[in-house]
């Protein structure tokens, strides 16, 4: 029997890529998700309409394809926003909102799915991350924070639900060129700031975004993990500093790295 692959954000960038590689090329039975459908028949997969910080909203997206297809038997929770901007000037209310889009709605996803799963004793739930996660990176406190949850989340679930016979994997991309830059929420610059630096840091984050790999190499990963028998907690998928970045974190003096990191992003 094929097996039923539930992707969230997936009108776009990496969700977009995942949910078209592993339906076209993989011939998985691929349902994608997005807060607004304009018209899903652009789509080659399922598109379903998800709000995923809605609980309600959730709970219907399951129901209907379980109702479809009686079971789901992988979750990949891609589904989020970026923010950027000093800690200072960044909005109570846009950190509320960022944490229940990146933070609340993949345990959402998350606690709906996993009833199906145990009943099965199979299962597998990829969550993806960030190398701001694990790298922190000046202006991206609050997405770091959310990543970073999501990485340690991962990993304290893998081992709850490993006897169920479920793997849990995290994917930590680094810059790929997505239209995140676009959609993210970030704090104006303001000439009168005493954060100076924001504003070169800014183009350059927005600058990297653009000249990043294609997400289809997420994509070929995805697939390749899903084929494993025993797939590894966590993957970084980028750039050489951005996958050894933590290596040079552990090896480094803190200033000194500290040093390399504010002269590459700020």
């Known amino acids: 029997m094929k097996k039923v692959v539930l992707v969230t954000g997936a009108s776009s960038g990496i969700g977009l890529s995942i949910a078209n590689y592993l339906h076209l090329q993989k011939k998985y039975i691929v349902y994608g998700t997005s807060r607004k459908i304009n018209n899903s028949s652009n789509f080659s997969f399922n598109l379903i309409e998800l709000d995923v910080t809605e609980k309600s909203s959730v709970q219907r997206c399951i129901a209907e394809i379980l109702k479809k297809e009686s079971k789901i038997d992988i979750l990949i929770n891609n589904a989020g926003v970026g923010i ?13 909102k960022h944490f229940q889009t990146n933070v609340i709605g993949p345990i959402l996803l998350i606690k709906q799915v996993l009833p199906f799963m145990k009943s099965s004793k199979n299962g597998v739930i990829i969550n993806i991350t960030s190398v701001a996660g694990q790298i922190a990176t ?20 893998a081992m709850e639900v490993r006897s ?13 060129n997505t239209n995140i830059s676009k959609r993210r929420f970030h704090s104006p610059v303001i000439n009168t700031s005493d954060y100076k630096s924001y504003a070169e840091s800014l183009k350059k984050m927005n600058l990297g975004v653009n000249k990043g790999s294609d997400p289809e190499k997420i994509a070929k990963l995805v697939s390749t993990i899903l084929l494993k028998r025993r797939p590894r907690i966590r993957y970084r998928v980028g750039s ?3 996958k050894n970045g933590i290596i040079l974190k552990r090896i480094l003096p803190q200033r000194i790295y500290e040093k390399l990191i504010l002269k590459l992003f700020s």
Do not use: C, H, M, Q
């Open 84 to 96: 950027t901007g000093p800690l200072e000037e960044i909005p109570t209310s846009e950190i509320n």
């Open 240 to 242: 050489f500093i951005e």
């Open 138 to 157: 000046p202006f991206r406190s609050i997405y770091s924070g959310g990543k970073a949850a999501l990485e340690i989340i991962s990993e304290t679930l």
């Open 164 to 176: 169920f016979g479920i793997d849990v994997v995290s994917i930590a991309p680094g810059d790929f």
